[in-house]
Structure formats: structure tokens, C-alpha cells
Nanobody, 123 residues
Framework: VQLQASGGGSVQAGGSLRLSCAAS????????MGWFRQAPGKEREFVAG????????MYEDSVKGRFTISRDNAKNTVYLQMNRLKSEDTAVYYC?????????????????WGQGTLVTVSS
């Protein structure tokens, strides 16, 4: 499975971006998917996750109410809508396919990763 993330860029604080992640085959449509991020000098951290059918979602506390994860299995694509962006959201964002169908928080529970897309939020 190959994942292609897109939609990153530079935005001012308070702005919005929508990230997309397209999977190369339908394997991802039977699995939970997630978004992680890694800021310079920090560990990769969980941002949001979604179950195989979109029925369950989970978010890291600092993005709750601002970010929304969704998926379109017909397009093998997962999205991350990011609103009210803050400077601390600046990071490289990675999408990933989980090992199972449910939402997973730990990166060890994901086995396919995209190449990352950079999000820069200026204050």
C-alpha cells in the first residue's frame, strides 16, 4: 500500500487547511486510518484517527473542536480538515493505515505510512 499525502502549506494563525491522503489500493478501506504529526525535535504524535467505516473517530486533546478527520472509501482517501490553526500546529503531517479496523492511537499499531506533508502556521 502506498499513501500520498497532500494539502500542506503555509497559513496564518486562525486559518484553515485540508489535508488529503490517497491510498494506492483498497486495503486501506478495511482498516482504521490516522493522522500523526512531527514537529522539529519532537516525537511523532497522534493527531486523529478514524475507524474503517468512519463510524468512530478520536482526536488528540489539543485539536479537538478544531480538526475533523473523515474518509471516503470509494476514493480510498482520508481527510483532515484543520480549522483555527495555531503556531503550535506547525509540523510535518503523516497519514497511516492501521493494522486493524478500529481507531488506534499508538503509532506502533499502524503499518503503512505516507511521506508527510508540511504545515507551517505563522502567528
Amino acid at each position: 500500500v502506498q499513501l500520498q499525502a497532500s494539502g500542506g502549506g503555509s497559513v496564518q494563525a486562525g486559518g484553515s487547511l485540508r489535508l488529503s491522503c490517497a491510498a494506492s489500493k483498497r486495503t486501506g478501506s478495511n482498516n482504521g486510518m490516522g493522522w500523526f504529526r512531527q514537529a522539529p525535535g519532537k516525537e511523532r504524535e497522534f493527531v486523529a484517527g478514524i475507524s474503517w467505516n468512519g463510524g468512530s473517530t478520536m482526536y488528540e486533546d489539543s485539536v479537538k473542536g478544531r480538526f475533523t478527520i473523515s474518509r471516503d472509501n470509494a476514493k480510498n482517501t482520508v481527510y483532515l480538515q484543520m480549522n483555527r490553526l495555531k503556531s503550535e500546529d506547525t509540523a510535518v503531517y503523516y497519514c497511516a493505515v492501521g493494522r486493524g479496523a478500529a481507531v488506534a492511537l499508538r503509532k506502533e499499531l499502524y503499518n503503512y505510512w505516507g511521506q508527510g506533508t508540511l504545515v507551517t502556521v505563522s502567528s
